[in-house]
């Protein structure tokens, strides 16, 4: 497993991202080109991988995912030149996490719908909602909401 989490892991560097998918593309054979799907770290590297990708004249069609809703990636989106987004709204993370916060501090002992396992103990947790953001829906979930400005974006 190491030896393959080397061979992809970006250290979540976009220079390094870019240089694995550059590094890659030149290794594959033209008819392992085609369309291609990339599941990126984050969005900074899912824009790096992209860049790569999209100069690479074998590769007719990629798909390339993010997460963060970072505004360069909304554009890359916007664009066609990124797939989508993960979004965690920060502002949906800040409220769970003070409610949760409420519970313990009142000593509420707290019954969860998920646990996860830390290795030592089953670990209760509260998922907070995401959103996957595409092009059909950025405006929706990413500006009605308040989150982005329209104005930040070249439509």
């Known amino acids: 497993m190491a030896k393959i989490i080397n061979q992809i892991t970006t250290d979540w560097s976009f220079t390094v991202a870019r240089r694995k998918a550059e590094d890659n593309l030149t ?13 990126a770290p984050n969005d900074g590297t899912a824009r790096a991988i992209a860049d790569a ?9 990629y798909y390339v995912t993010g997460q963060d809703a970072e505004k360069a990636s909304i ?6 030149k990124q797939s ?36 030592s103990k089953m ?11 595409t092009k059909d829906n950025v405006k929706k979930v990413l ?13």
């Open 123 to 133: 670990v209760p947790a509260i998922q907070s909602n995401i959103a996957v953001v």
């Open 27 to 39: 290794r594959a054979r033209k008819a392992d080109k085609g369309t291609v799907f990339i599941l």
């Open 53 to 61: 990708f999209r100069q690479d004249r074998d590769v007719k069609k």
């Open 84 to 119: 989508m987004t993960v979004f965690k709204d920060v502002r949906l993370l800040v409220k769970d996490a003070i409610n949760l916060a409420q519970f313990v501090l009142k000593g509420v002992k707290l019954i969860t719908p998920n646990s996860y396992d830390n290795g």
């Open 143 to 155: 500006i009605d909401s308040g989150y982005y400005k329209e104005s930040d974006f070249r439509w």
């Open 75 to 80: 554009q890359y989106i916007i664009d066609g």
